[in-house]
């Protein structure tokens, strides 16, 4: 079963969101540069500030999130977590039909990037050259009941989380009043793997 990465409240307005890449340069004598990119998507790194976690009988987010965390082992286990502010995609170009393929990576437009999301949290319509499709999905990939003739395009509307991590093995959490605790930092980092 896939694990959700709570919502809690008292998280600051700021979250952090870091994309990252990893480029192998070498750099000749002459100062010319070689450059490989290791990976064909970016990782990200979310860095939630939680100012407050309270810990009484009738709102414990302090146990929700020790939980959480501890149920994942730290760093080893995974989870999907839900962005608030990038979490959707509305009539996204998911593949063009040529007579055969039926499966396909959900994939999501910003700024004219395209990536391969992390994990479907929901599907509501899925089309071909505008016509509603039978579907079904699992993880990140899309599959059509019937291939698309040659040139059909397949769109999509999903919502959609990141694979993730904790980013250390330690979560430092500090008491600054009577049940109320806070976060200073957690972060995530995000995957290329199923959350299973």
């Known amino acids: 079963m896939v694990a959700y990465y709570p919502t809690l409240a008292g998280i600051a307005f700021g979250v952090t969101k870091t994309p990252s890449w990893n ?19 970016p990782r990200y790194q979310f860095t939630l500030v939680y100012e407050f976690l309270r810990d009484t009988a009738a709102a414990n987010e302090l146990a929700t999130l020790l939980g959480f965390y501890n149920q994942r082992k730290g760093a080893f286990g995974t989870f999907v977590f839900v962005d608030p ?5 509305g009539g996204q170009a998911i593949g063009v039909g ?29 089309y071909v050259d505008g016509a509603p499709a039978a579907y079904s999905y699992a993880g990140n990939s899309v599959t059509l009941n019937s291939a698309p003739a040659n040139g059909a395009v397949v769109t999509a509307d999903f919502t959609y989380g990141y694979v993730c991590r904790f980013k250390d093995d330690q979560l430092e959490l500090s008491k600054f009043a009577a049940q109320l605790w806070e976060a200073k930092t957690v972060t995530l980092i995000s995957l290329f793997e199923d959350p299973t």
């Open 23 to 41: 480029t192998n340069i070498q750099t000749a004598v002459t100062g010319h540069e070689v450059r490989i990119a290791q990976q064909a998507r």
């Open 85 to 89: 502010d990038d979490n959707t995609a």
């Open 98 to 126: 040529d007579g055969s393929s039926r499966t396909w990576n959900a994939v999501r437009t910003a700024g004219g990037s395209v990536e391969v999301v992390g994990y479907i949290t929901g599907m509501t319509g899925v």
